[in-house]
């Protein structure tokens, strides 16, 4: 299941297999502990205004997909981009088999 976050709207919604929450406070509702730890840790380092961590390793979370919008990944090129997401999770990068990562810009 795909988890998003969305600010700074205040309301929560299910549907279609995404978890939409709209806080002012990021929270990470429905999460497995290793999920919300990697939540946590790009919440706040990079302050995202959209963020998607799923485990897709089959919830062994060896292998976790990752989309983020965040203002300070604008206008980097794509590898300094995802060299910026992996330093925020290098001590966690040790133990993963596999990140997939999507930067998007962010949405007004």
């Given at each position: 299941?795909?988890?998003?976050?969305?600010?700074?709207?205040?309301?929560?919604?299910?549907?279609?297999?995404?978890?939409r929450s709209y806080a002012s406070q990021p929270t990470a509702?429905?999460?497995?502990?290793?999920?919300?730890?990697?939540?946590?840790?790009?919440?706040?380092?990079?302050?995202?205004?959209?963020?998607?961590?799923?485990?897709?390793?089959?919830?062994?979370?060896?292998?976790?997909?990752?989309?983020?919008?965040?203002?300070?990944?604008?206008?980097?090129?794509?590898?300094?981009?995802?060299?910026?997401?992996?330093?925020?999770?290098?001590?966690?990068?040790?133990?993963?088999?596999?990140?997939?990562?999507?930067?998007?810009?962010?949405?007004?």
């Amino acid at each position: 299941m795909y988890r998003l976050l969305r600010l700074p709207i205040r309301q929560t919604s299910a549907t279609n297999g995404f978890l939409r929450s709209y806080a002012s406070q990021p929270t990470a509702p429905s999460l497995t502990e290793g999920e919300k730890h990697i939540f946590d840790k790009l919440t706040k380092e990079l302050k995202p205004s959209e963020l998607l961590v799923q485990d897709v390793s089959g919830g062994c979370g060896s292998f976790y997909a990752i989309t983020i919008a965040s203002e300070q990944l604008k206008g980097l090129p794509i590898l300094k981009q995802h060299r910026r997401v992996k330093e925020v999770l290098k001590e966690d990068m040790a133990g993963l088999h596999g990140l997939q990562l999507k930067v998007v810009d962010p949405t007004s």
